[in-house]
């Protein structure tokens, strides 16, 4: 499957931003789906996930409570929603697919097969 994130730019400390993911080549409803996030210097880090059906959602600790991923399985598309954004949540966002049908931990990177190029989210002070 191929992913085009989209939707990043720059906003200041504590307004919004609404990041997309188009998916394409597979049926999309047979993957999780996931964002993650790679600030300068810093290891990529679990954002969001959701299940094949948008179901489920997972967080990390971080975004939870300002942060919503939704999916449309009709539109094959993934959606993050950013509220209240801070100057740490600046980062290149990526989204990534996971096809495994069984999923425990739905932040472990590794299990997820295919991988977007990415959006770059800018958060002033």
């Known amino acids: 499957v191929q992913l085009q994130a989209s939707g990043g730019g720059l906003v200041q400390a504590g307004g919004s931003l609404r990041l997309s993911c188009a998916a394409s080549g597979r049926t999309f409803s047979n993957y999780a789906m996931g964002w993650y996030r790679q600030a300068p210097g810093k290891e990529r880090e679990f954002v969001a996930a959701?299940?094949?059906?948008?179901?489920?959602?997972y967080y990390a600790d971080s975004v939870k409570d300002r942060f919503t991923i939704s999916r449309d399985n009709a539109k094959n598309t993934v959606d993050l929603q950013m509220n209240r954004l801070k100057p740490e949540d600046t980062a290149v966002y990526f989204c990534?697919?996971?096809?495994?049908?069984?999923?425990?931990?739905?932040?472990?990177?590794?299990?997820?097969?295919?991988w977007g190029q990415g959006t770059l989210v800018t958060v002033s002070s």
């Open positions: 990534a697919a996971n096809s495994r049908p069984y999923i425990i931990n739905y932040s472990r990177g590794a299990d997820y097969d295919y």
């Open positions: 959701v299940n094949w059906s948008g179901g489920s959602t």
